[in-house]
């Protein structure tokens, strides 16, 4: 344990026992470490220094809402070190690191895209006839006619919740045979 993990340790102790001044002595002391952390990684990624001090407290607000998660018996450098590394790379996405390349250049050596057909005429119907009763009836009126769930209560004379679970179930029993049917 190097020198400033043996003042880092008992101060994070403290803090988390509600000792305001070992955690503001402990947070004074992180501070320095992190922005180190945070601009030797940040500048091989373009980071300004705007960003590395977002991203300093970014990362003691994070300690400050984590701090009950470190575990005493661990050091506290490498606890705040991957929060300081996982705030970087928020910071990174946010600022969306990405190459952008025009799909056109690429046109002639990507594969097309395959359509789903989806299904023929007359498949819908024979499909749905799978379903018996109450489902057959509500998921017809409600997929295939373009009734909404209360219409379809009242002309079945049933409750809109017995309408939305014979839906569900009904549904769920045509994905089961339209992957039957597609096989």
Same mark, same amino acid.
């Given at each position: 344990?190097?020198?400033?993990?043996?003042?880092? &340790?008992?101060?994070? !102790?403290?803090?988390?026992?509600?000792?305001?001044?070992?955690?503001? *002595?402990?947070?004074?002391?992180? %501070?320095?470490?992190? !922005? $180190?952390?945070?601009? $030797?990684?940040?500048?091989?990624?373009?980071?300004?220094?705007?960003?590395?001090? +977002?991203?300093?407290?970014? &990362?003691?607000?994070?300690?400050?809402?984590?701090?009950? &998660?470190?575990?005493?018996?661990?050091?506290?450098?490498?606890? @705040? %070190?991957?929060?300081? !590394?996982?705030?970087?790379?928020?910071? =990174?996405?946010?600022?969306?690191?990405?190459?952008?390349?025009?799909?056109?250049?690429?046109? +002639?050596?990507?594969?097309?895209? #395959?359509? +789903?057909?989806?299904?023929?005429?007359? #498949?819908?119907?024979?499909?749905?006839? @799978?379903?018996?009763?109450?489902?057959?009836?509500?998921?017809?009126?409600? $997929?295939?006619?373009?009734?909404?769930?209360?219409? &379809?209560?009242?002309?079945?004379?049933?409750?809109?919740?017995? @309408? *939305?679970?014979?839906?569900?179930?009904?549904?769920? %029993? =045509? $994905?089961?045979?339209?992957?039957?049917?597609?096989?």
């Amino acid at each position: 344990m190097n020198e400033r993990e043996r003042d880092w &340790t008992p101060w994070m !102790r403290a803090a988390i026992a509600g000792d305001a001044g070992a955690y503001r *002595r402990l947070l004074a002391a992180l %501070a320095p470490f992190i !922005r $180190s952390v945070a601009r $030797s990684r940040a500048a091989s990624f373009g980071l300004v220094a705007a960003d590395v001090e +977002d991203v300093v407290q970014e &990362t003691l607000l994070a300690i400050h809402l984590k701090r009950g &998660t470190w575990d005493d018996g661990q050091p506290v450098g490498p606890w @705040v %070190a991957a929060i300081a !590394r996982n705030k970087l790379i928020d910071a =990174l996405r946010r600022k969306g690191r990405r190459v952008h390349v025009p799909v056109d250049d690429f046109a +002639d050596i990507l594969p097309a895209e #395959e359509k +789903d057909e989806g299904l023929a005429p007359g #498949e819908a119907e024979r499909l749905i006839s @799978v379903l018996k009763g109450r489902q057959h009836a509500v998921v017809k009126s409600i $997929s295939l006619d373009g009734a909404d769930i209360a219409e &379809t209560a009242e002309r079945l004379k049933m409750s809109e919740g017995a @309408v *939305r679970v014979a839906l569900h179930r009904g549904l769920a %029993a =045509l $994905s089961q045979a339209y992957r039957s049917f597609r096989e």
